[in-house]
């Protein structure tokens, strides 16, 4: 979790030489849940918060998050909010298209096997 998050802040300060990080708040609690938020002196600001579902064998389980970020580029802000799951990556937001309906279509993998 750490590793992402400080991938995020490098590819941030790749972005702008310049800019910096504004705050940043991080916290992690006995049930293994977890909060993070940063936001830069660019203008750009991201917050994340997630739970782990250890499974019955070691090295395995879950993470469920969720979080957004948005940015500014050109005037206009950009954000995004997601979640993450066993189901993957979903990302939402009005400049995003929308790929919701692709499901209804194709089914799921286990209509498949």
Partial sequence: MKLIIALLLVSVAVADRSARIRNYQYGIEEDGSYEARYE???????????ISYPGNVPESGNYVRSGSYSYE??????TVTWTADENGFHPVGDHLPDFSHTREHIGSVSDHE
Avoid: L
């Avoid at 580029?73 to 950009?78: I, S």
């Fill in 73 to 78: 580029w050109e005037g206009v802000t950009y």
């Fill in 40 to 50: 830069t002196t660019n203008g750009i600001k991201a917050q994340e918060d997630g």
